[in-house]
């Protein structure tokens, strides 16, 4: 059985991942640890949790021109979420609009894992590669940081494994 989510993963814990899948015991269990959901469904209640976020952790980041959910950002980009950066000139200076997309499968996702994907794409503001620097902002941020990356894994492994 294929687990795209966790390759980078030992195999004790492949091998622990499959057996609770076959076992119909792995969505059931992320979701005993993650049972909130949230109310963050329209782009601009997206918008407003980001901005919220931003502002308690990041107040002197650039502002965001824009943040949406993106429905093919996960089939396209195989990506949950991206930060981009378009820069033009306006007069006589450059400016650069920011813009986050979230992939549309948080619409459904527990609190917590839209929590951890916003704070990522958050740190990027700051910090531009998956480096030590940018893994310690997503800490600060979210102190559980490590724990929800891998929980939202074994999420989106069950999830793809009960669709057709």
Not at 103 to 125: G, Q, T
Not at 136 to 160: I, K, N, Q, S
Request: proline share 7%; net charge positive.
């Amino acid at each position: 059985m294929d687990l795209p989510y966790l390759q980078a993963y030992p195999d004790e814990v492949l091998d622990r991942v499959r057996s609770a899948l076959q076992a119909g015991e792995l969505l059931p269990a992320v979701l005993r640890r993650h049972p909130q959901a949230h109310a963050v469904r329209s782009e601009s209640a997206l918008y407003d949790y980001v901005a919220a976020l931003k502002a308690r952790h990041l107040r002197s980041a650039p502002p965001l021109a824009k943040v949406a959910y993106d429905p093919r950002l996960q089939r396209v980009r195989q990506a949950l979420g991206t930060h981009t950066a378009v820069s033009r000139v306006q007069g006589g200076r450059l400016k650069a609009k920011r813009e986050i997309r979230i992939a549309s499968v948080f619409k459904e996702a527990p609190e917590d894992f839209l929590r951890m994907i916003v704070v990522h794409e958050l740190a990027h503001l700051r910090e531009p590669d998956h480096d030590r620097a940018f893994y310690a902002l997503c800490v600060h941020m979210e102190p559980g940081y490590h724990a929800l990356e891998f929980d939202l894994r074994l999420w989106l492994t069950a999830r793809e494994a009960r669709s057709p």
